[in-house]
């Protein structure tokens, strides 16, 4: 599908402008862990600093008292889509989605802006930022301002800023052994993504990939508030397998992945049967393939669904068996209705298991 009607007609498509695209533009996870492990900085202590990058958590925390603390996070990428407005809807959602991963509430967003204003009009990269404001009146908070810059390539996300309680706080390093995991969304952004640019996308598969990618994580506040909810994360550019190895890296476990409970989104396991893939599903692949074990019986279709990077994917909820159906039922009634159980923690060394 190429959707460049909606643009003036003088415009390129956007994602001609990019070299990745969504959440497939992240550092791969191996060369981000060297970069970090490198840094010079020193490392310092402060005790209301609840949460910050030790664990590769979705946004720092900040406790401010008994009852409150500020959730802060930053996202922002090249274009994965061509529609201008869609592009915004798309990375706002997906800035907003950190907050929601930790069990808090949006206060506040700050725009970030990089555009190669000598070659897109105007009036595109105004729909880019009402794309943007329009995710936040969704999610009943101010676009208050940010930062704009002329940048080679079109980039666009937020600083989002949130709030929760101290008590009700979920990190992705608490999941407990006996735990189920539940996904919120069905997997295949990336795929989908790739379609799209191939033009290979029709009308029904562009449509999918914008509303699951514009659905805001909202179910993320209220699944705070379970008792049963251990542990929660959003599913992004490392791909459901990258980020179901940093919950058992953080709670020293396995996680043990049905591959047949997988929600998928329509027509991404034909697509990806014919090898259209991102290349940053390889790159996610060779940074952490060594700690996670994949049956044989499981086909290379879906393998590559495991480590298709995801932009604005689902939440993944670690929580206990009495507390599942609560979760699922939360997941319903905010209109997730593909949210399923896909696993389980347990016992022993930091990996994942995926099961054919």
Request: one cysteine or more; a negative charge.
């Amino acid at each position: 599908m190429n959707d460049s009607t909606t643009l003036p007609q003088a415009a390129p498509r956007l994602t001609s402008l990019s070299h990745g695209g969504g959440c497939g533009c992240k550092i791969a996870p191996g060369v981000l862990a060297q970069l970090i492990g490198q840094s010079a900085l020193p490392k310092q202590f402060f005790p209301d600093l609840l949460v910050g990058n030790e664990t590769a958590d979705d946004a720092a925390v900040y406790r401010i008292n008994d009852e409150q603390a500020i959730v802060a996070t930053t996202d922002f990428f090249m274009p994965i889509v061509d529609d201008p407005y869609d592009f915004g809807r798309i990375a706002a959602a997906n800035a907003l989605s950190d907050i929601y991963a930790m069990g808090g509430t949006p206060l506040m967003a700050l725009a970030i802006v990089g555009m190669p204003i000598n070659v897109l009009p105007h009036a595109v990269i105004a729909k880019v930022l009402e794309g943007g404001e329009s995710i936040c009146r969704e999610a009943g908070i101010p676009l208050a301002g940010g930062h704009s810059i002329d940048s080679v390539e079109p980039i666009y996300g937020l600083v989002g800023i949130g709030i929760v309680n101290p008590r009700n706080m979920k990190r992705n390093a608490d999941a407990q052994a006996g735990d189920l995991l539940v996904l919120g969304k069905p997997l295949g952004v990336g795929i989908l993504s790739a379609a799209l640019k191939k033009n290979l996308l029709d009308d029904s598969g562009y449509r999918a990939m914008v509303e699951i990618t514009t659905q805001l994580n909202r179910p993320g506040t209220a699944l705070s508030q379970i008792d049963g909810v251990h542990a929660l994360t959003d599913v992004t550019g490392f791909g459901l397998l990258g980020h179901t190895l940093e919950l058992a890296r953080g709670a020293g476990l396995t996680a043990r992945l049905d591959s047949h409970a997988l929600p998928l989104l329509p027509t991404v396991q034909a697509f990806a049967e014919q090898g259209v893939v991102t290349g940053a599903s390889a790159r996610n692949w060779a940074a952490y393939g060594d700690q996670v074990v994949i049956d044989a019986q499981v086909p290379p279709a879906l393998r590559a669904l495991l480590t298709d990077p995801q932009t604005s994917g689902g939440l993944l909820v670690s929580c206990t068996p009495d507390s599942v159906q609560q979760v699922l039922d939360l997941f319903a009634a905010q209109g997730f209705a593909q949210a399923a159980v896909i696993g389980r923690m347990e016992a022993g060394s930091a990996q994942v298991v995926v099961t054919g």
